[in-house]
């Protein structure tokens, strides 16, 4: 069974403080490795797919990278802007369709 | 503007009763999906349509019912046999299934039952 682990649950940071948010993943066989925003009480927005190891993707203060066992999502000089919760998602390459979702890492940028 | 529409955003219902969320979307994608999201989680899968009269049963089905006539349409059926239906509901569609493709969501209803 698919499993995903994201860390950590919560994280307070200054503007202009980077860091980085964690997924662990353990599937038989990656598809796809997808990471979304999601705002309070609205659906998730789609950010990255990153598809093999070693892959990066980056979008303005965002940048995404992918190992065999993890990907990171890092972030340079955050805004208050950037505050959501970032959901990390993997599809095996067995299951047609079926994403699982991790819990979520709520990002907090403090001005 | 191309999109995914749910509605209602809030709807509120007494133990016992059927509710019907909608789901509509005009993006032209072949799979939509239905996911259910409690405080503080993530999202699991309830069911997925990869193509019209075809769904398969995700994560967490058990409760509930859909049904795929219409390519644009993917509604769910919360029925009173779901055991802890207050929850946060959000429909997604994606070009086609197979996991290569990453998926657009709607803004969510917000079901209450009591």
């Known amino acids: 069974e698919d499993q995903v682990t994201q860390s950590p649950e919560a994280l307070r940071l200054q503007e202009g403080e980077s860091s980085s948010l964690n997924c662990s993943y353990t599937v038989s066989g990656l598809r796809g490795l997808f990471w979304y925003r999601q705002d309070p009480g609205k659906g998730p927005e789609f950010l990255f797919t990153?598809?093999?190891a070693g892959e990066e993707k980056e979008k303005e203060r965002l940048k995404a990278t992918l190992t065999k066992k993890e990907s990171f999502l890092h972030i340079t000089a955050p805004k208050p802007e950037d505050s959501a919760t970032y959901l990390c998602?993997?599809?095996?390459?067995?299951?047609?369709?079926?994403?699982?979702f991790g819990d979520g890492t709520t990002l907090t940028v403090k001005p | 503007d191309g999109g995914i529409t749910q509605s209602p955003k809030y709807l509120f219902r007494k133990e016992g009763q059927n509710v019907t969320l909608s789901c509509e979307q005009n993006l032209n994608h072949d799979a939509m999906y239905w996911y259910r999201q409690d405080p503080g989680q993530g999202l699991r899968l309830i069911y997925y349509s990869q193509i019209v009269n075809d769904f398969q049963k995700g994560d967490i089905a058990e409760g509930y019912s859909v049904s795929r006539e219409k390519k644009e349409s993917f509604p769910l059926t919360v029925t009173s046999a779901q055991k802890n239906p207050t929850a946060f509901y959000l429909c997604?569609?994606?070009?086609?299934?197979?996991?290569?493709?990453?998926?657009?969501f709607g803004p969510g209803t917000r079901l209450t039952v009591t």
């Open positions: 990153l598809y093999s």
């Open positions: 997604a569609s994606s070009m086609r299934g197979g996991g290569y493709y990453e998926q657009y």
């Open positions: 998602a993997v599809q095996e390459n067995t299951n047609a369709g079926k994403s699982t």
